[in-house]
């Protein structure tokens, strides 16, 4: 039986930690040689996605903001193939150059996240002591404030005000979503280098008087890696979903600068005439996600299991 | 004779009829594993009258257990059997799932070895009996329990009607251990099989539960198999026993026979592996040497070769066929050389002189003084 | 950990959380009354600094606003021409929130226990392969487009519902009902997937168990060995998660509130957004989030509660 969960009231909120162990097999036997067709047909995605999104310039698609006014609101037709919104702007550049936005929020906002938290996750599991006794419980509490409304509340409150430029309200965004995500990746984090800090080899090399911040970073960070890895990949996918929430709100980034979340948001008013303009780009940021989600399960599992083989 | 009177088992259940109550005959069951084909069983037969008890003996991995599972039923889904096995006349082997439903609990019965593991911890003891009754027998919920609560009396628990409404981990190891009983015999079943119903309970209350048992199968008349590694725990309690090695039963004989004109080498050294009183303290235990044969590749020859101290070149090329005594009737044993045979006795003696030589006192101890 | 303690954790956090909204406006780069109404003119912005308490120090405006806020006063909204109380449409909207979330988390739950139990006994099995993948592209649809996907396909195609709008139930069932389903639907499905394969994990375990086949032998129905003997011992991290979730429920209800036009919280909070009332969204901040750390606490109190069964699986 599984030890009851910590239901302190500052427990955080479980929405990625569960998110894993829900997609996660506990039977563990079923390690594949190299990957399965299913995780080179996600990574293809997922590459094709990034590639078209940062060579957007070089494509030969029309600019984004260009408005054609026979493609208005229409669906497919010849010369653009994914039809167009409600300006008649071609929207395949649009999702296009949207992924250009997203993907910057997404990587961005994790990259942060990850150095920040996976940094002070690694300090508190290895060297536990008086970081740990400060730093945990703060993030505890951070922990207390619905994330969703917490990366909400900074980045209204940060960006507010008419002129702020596109290249701020982009940092502004992943700052936000960043500092939100510090908490979580950082318990992640320190979780899985608790469980390797115990671990023999790394006793061994702390008792031979290596120093301990190479004893981290040489021996306990290399373990850790896959496991972060895999909650990044998750994370750039939350973080990309979150810049469609923050669209919702009117706070995500703004047009005519398109993201996969205010094409959603700002077209919503035209399902019943256009419903292809949110389709197609929801259909893009499904598949983008679980693409995403897939591959951190991938990483996972398979490091997961070699663990067990030890 | 009421119907309570019947569950109780203050009445026998059991009628005295013609033919077995249960006939097995050539079962075989094996498991399909990642390295072949494990055999558990192998072509054992056996026949139990009604009121009878039936002692099934082995070391772990004998497969006691998985044969009282497979005539039960409770196979798991990897396990490929052969063989009949007649309840009643009837061939059971090949029930679907729904028509061992109808057996289990209230023609067949088992007694499991955890009585912790068994009863459902977050469901109280009573509901766990008078579940049973209502399902079998459709009792309403008042005579389910007035039912239950005589059950439990019936299986010496004090107190019954508070322990009704108990939770099992608020009742010691061998009053679970009743309750598992009462749960089996609730609905008045004509078999029961007890799978080391000790094993997980202090040596106190050991005896206390084979008793239990004992009362209970004499009061309803009911068939019983009890399977153990333990031939102290069947000797007192059986009527017959069988022996099992490498899924083969190797000896099988009316107790007091077995007890006394044992003819498996096996079943010798199970003998003399039990402690007694009797032998001086700090004696050396007499372990069995060796280890159980590997059941996906078994060796031709006897199964118990290996580690025979009698082994002869013969045992190790042929297998011997379970047949029974000339002399005893009722006595089967598979044997080439019995412990009684000439060729036996013969090795017996030498091993008997080694001994005395190695713990003979040397002439330098002798009081008479050391050599010149 | 004792109650008293657990209490005195709750009230710091309160008190960090109203901390954190209060400091919200200190963020705010520039004088917020310039983003509240910016063409005001200064006899006005001067009235507007007085009322929120914008020309104190931090930690006073910040006991002042507190202690406003226990009383039920949450701030005011600033127009131009008027100065109305933030408290009257929260009062509204929260109940709508709040049933948007019991009402999910009901709905998650009645579908995800017999999925779990039924896949669990069905292990490997086509069936809990397929439902495998489904729970992990549930989990991959962000909420806002299932959403949107589930009100053209329902509301704008087939018309079964209404897409926005919103009637409490004690108003009409059937009213409620049209306006409820999309929205709850689409909140409850994220869970869905979780609470399924939580208990399915949790009940595959189970079924090993020896209780279970000595269940098994006693010639008891598969269903009823299933939900009457299995669940219960299977049952307690999912609703452990359920409970904890509870939190999570109430950030995607916010979404889902935006995308159907649902006068909640959350719509009333997107409004401030836009409206740039300031003030009035740092109120409604503190309010979303002491209602998180309320009910966590609450469900926290719950499990303590049913303690038989946390103990019993510490002892097992």
């Keep these: 039986m599984h030890e009851p969960p910590d239901l302190s009231v500052t427990h955080l909120d479980p929405s990625l930690e569960v998110v894993f162990s829900a997609i996660e097999e506990p039977e563990v036997a079923r390690a594949k040689k190299g990957m399965g067709p299913a995780a080179w047909v996600a990574l293809v995605w997922l590459v094709g996605m990034i590639l078209a999104a940062i060579l957007a310039p070089l494509l030969p698609i029309p600019d984004p903001r260009e408005s054609f006014a026979e493609i208005a609101r229409q669906g497919p037709s010849s010369g653009h193939i994914l039809g167009g919104d409600t300006n008649g702007r071609d929207m395949l550049s649009r999702i296009i150059y949207g992924g250009r936005a997203s993907f910057a929020i997404g990587f961005g906002a994790v990259a942060f996240g990850m150095l920040i938290g996976g940094f002070l996750g690694l300090v508190t599991g290895f060297f536990r002591g008086v970081s740990d006794t400060v730093l945990t419980p703060l993030m505890n509490i951070l922990l207390a404030i619905p994330q969703f409304v917490l990366a909400l509340s900074l980045v209204t409150v940060l960006a507010a005000g008419d002129d702020v430029g596109e290249l701020r309200r982009t940092a502004v965004i992943i700052l936000g979503l960043g500092l939100v995500s510090i908490p979580i990746l950082g318990r992640i984090t320190r979780a899985n280098t608790l469980q390797w800090s115990e671990r023999e080899f790394v006793m061994a090399s702390k008792a031979m008087g290596a120093k301990s911040f190479r004893t981290l970073f040489r021996e306990v960070l290399p373990n850790v890696v896959p496991a972060m890895l895999s909650i990044a990949l998750l994370g750039v996918g939350v973080a990309i979903v979150a810049e469609g929430g923050l669209s919702l709100f009117g706070v995500g980034v703004q047009g005519p600068t398109p993201s996969w979340g205010n094409i959603i948001a700002d077209n919503k008013g035209a399902l019943r005439t256009s419903p292809h303009i949110v389709l197609f780009t929801t259909i893009v940021l499904f598949l983008t996600v679980l693409a995403l989600n897939y591959l951190g399960d991938v990483v996972s599992r398979r490091f997961a299991f070699r663990e067990s083989v030890l | ?360 006192p040397t002439l330098a101890d002798s009081p008479n003084g050391g050599g010149a | 950990m004792t109650i008293a303690k657990k209490v005195a954790q709750l009230l710091i956090t309160i008190v960090l959380v109203t901390l954190f909204a209060s400091f919200l406006l200190v963020l705010l780069p520039g004088d917020p009354v310039e983003v509240l109404i910016p063409f005001g003119s200064e006899e006005q912005r001067e009235a507007v600094r007085e009322d929120a308490g914008l020309n104190d120090p931090f930690l006073v405006r910040y006991g002042e606003w507190l202690g406003g806020f226990v009383q039920g006063d949450l701030g005011n909204y600033y127009t131009v021409s008027s100065i109305r109380p933030v408290a009257d449409q929260v009062s509204d909207a929260l109940p709508i929130s709040l049933t948007l979330v019991l009402e999910a988390q009901i709905l998650a739950l009645i579908i995800a226990i017999p999925l779990g139990v039924v896949t669990a006994y069905r292990s490997e099995t086509w069936f809990d392969r397929m439902s495998n993948t489904t729970a992990f592209a549930m989990l991959a649809i962000p909420t806002f487009a299932l959403g949107f996907l589930l009100q053209y396909i329902f509301s704008v195609e087939l018309g079964w519902f209404s897409s926005v709008g919103w009637t409490p139930i004690t108003e009409s069932l059937s009213g409620h009902l049209d306006k409820a389903v999309l929205p709850v639907i689409t909140l409850a499905v994220g869970q869905i997937a979780i609470y399924m394969r939580l208990l399915r994990s949790d009940m595959i375990a189970t079924l090993q168990s020896d209780f279970i086949t000595m269940a098994k032998a006693k010639g008891l129905s598969t269903r009823r060995i299933l939900f009457r003997h299995a669940l219960r011992p299977s049952s307690l991290t999912l609703l452990t998660v359920a409970g904890l979730n509870v939190g999570t429920l109430i950030g995607g209800a916010l979404i889902v509130e935006v995308v159907f036009s649902i006068p909640g919280i959350g719509l009333t909070l997107a409004q401030a957004i836009a409206s740039r009332q300031l003030v009035a969204f740092q109120s409604m901040v503190a309010i979303i989030a002491i209602i998180y750390v309320l009910v966590n606490f609450g469900v926290d109190l719950l499990y303590s509660a049913l303690d038989p069964r946390i103990r019993h699986a510490r002892t097992s």
């Design chain 2, 1 to 360: 004779m009421t119907r309570q009177e019947v569950l109780v088992g203050a009445v026998p259940s059991g009628v005295t009829g013609s033919g077995p109550l249960l006939d097995v005959r050539n079962v075989s069951t094996s498991f399909r594993s990642p390295r072949g084909m494990v055999r558990a069983v192998t072509d054992v037969s056996f026949t139990l009258e009604r009121g009878k008890t039936l002692g099934i003996v082995g070391e772990s991995g004998s497969g006691k257990s998985v044969l009282s599972r497979t005539i039960m039923g409770l196979l798991p889904g990897n396990a490929e059997r052969s063989g009949e096995v007649l309840f009643e006349g009837a061939d059971i082997g090949g029930l679907s799932p729904a028509g061992y439903r109808e057996l289990w609990g209230d023609e067949l019965a088992m007694v499991f070895q955890d009585p912790m593991t068994a009863l459902n911890p977050v469901m109280r003891v009573g509901r766990q009996i008078t579940e049973s009754l209502r399902f079998h027998l459709d009792m309403d919920k008042d005579e389910a329990k007035t039912t239950a609560i005589e059950l439990l009396r019936a299986v010496k628990i004090p107190e019954p009607e508070k322990r009704f409404k108990a939770y099992p981990h608020e009742m010691s190891g061998g009053m679970r251990q009743r309750v598992v009983i009462a749960v089996a015999l609730a609905c008045g079943p004509k078999l029961l099989f007890a799978d080391e119903p000790t094993t997980a309970l202090d040596v106190t209350v050991q005896a206390q539960i084979l008793d239990l048992l004992a009362e209970q199968q004499r009061q309803r008349y009911m068939a019983m198999i009890l399977v153990t590694h333990d031939l102290g725990v069947v000797a007192g309690r059986a009527h017959e026993i069988a022996v099992m090695y490498a899924g083969r039963i190797v000896e099988k004989a009316p107790t007091q026979v077995l007890f006394s004109e044992m003819k498996m080498p096996y079943t010798e050294a199970l003998l003399s592996a039990i402690p007694r009183l009797d032998q001086r303290s700090h004696s050396r235990l007499h372990a069995i040497g060796g280890a159980p044969p590997d059941l996906v590749n078994p060796p031709k020859g006897c199964p118990f070769s290996p580690r025979c101290p009698y082994v002869r070149d013969r045992c190790r090329d042929e297998l011997p066929p379970l047949q029974e005594s000339a002399t005893t009737p009722g006595h089967a044993f598979a044997c080439f050389y019995p412990v009684d045979s000439p060729e036996t006795l013969e090795i017996k003696e030498r091993i008997a002189a080694q001994q005395i030589l190695a713990t003979a």
